[in-house]
């Protein structure tokens, strides 16, 4: 009996040598993205401030208990449509499409 409860101890023990690594926080993974898309430090910035900016907004949408439902879907669509003309303003299209791509596969369910 002892020899089992010592190999299940030692099985359970080795699967978590195996376990991945926790993700990392998104603000770093944004920044990991902009460093390959080569934005400048300036794009950067305004890119930060336009997220913070959208989610602000979305938040406030989202906790706004005087607004139906379909309300609140409008403002979320308007508000993602105002983010992504400033995208437009600030990234080069080739940037454009690694962005697009990277929002793609953060939203992708894990596997």
């Not at 208990?65 to 400033?86: C, F, S």
Request: net charge positive.
């Amino acid at each position: 009996m002892k020899k089992v409860a010592l190999l299940f101890g030692l099985m359970l023990a080795a699967s978590t040598i195996f376990a991945q690594d926790k993700p990392k926080s998104m603000k770093l993974r944004r920044d990991s993205v902009f460093t390959v898309m080569k934005l400048s430090d300036e794009n950067k910035q305004k890119m930060h401030d336009a997220i913070s900016e959208s989610s602000k907004a979305q938040k406030a949408i989202k906790e706004d208990a005087t607004l139906t439902d379909e309300q609140r879907k409008g403002k979320v669509t308007a508000v993602r449509k105002e983010m992504a003309a400033k995208e437009k303003e600030i990234m080069t299209p080739e940037q454009a499409q690694i962005w697009k791509d990277f929002n793609i596969s953060i939203r992708k369910p894990k596997q």
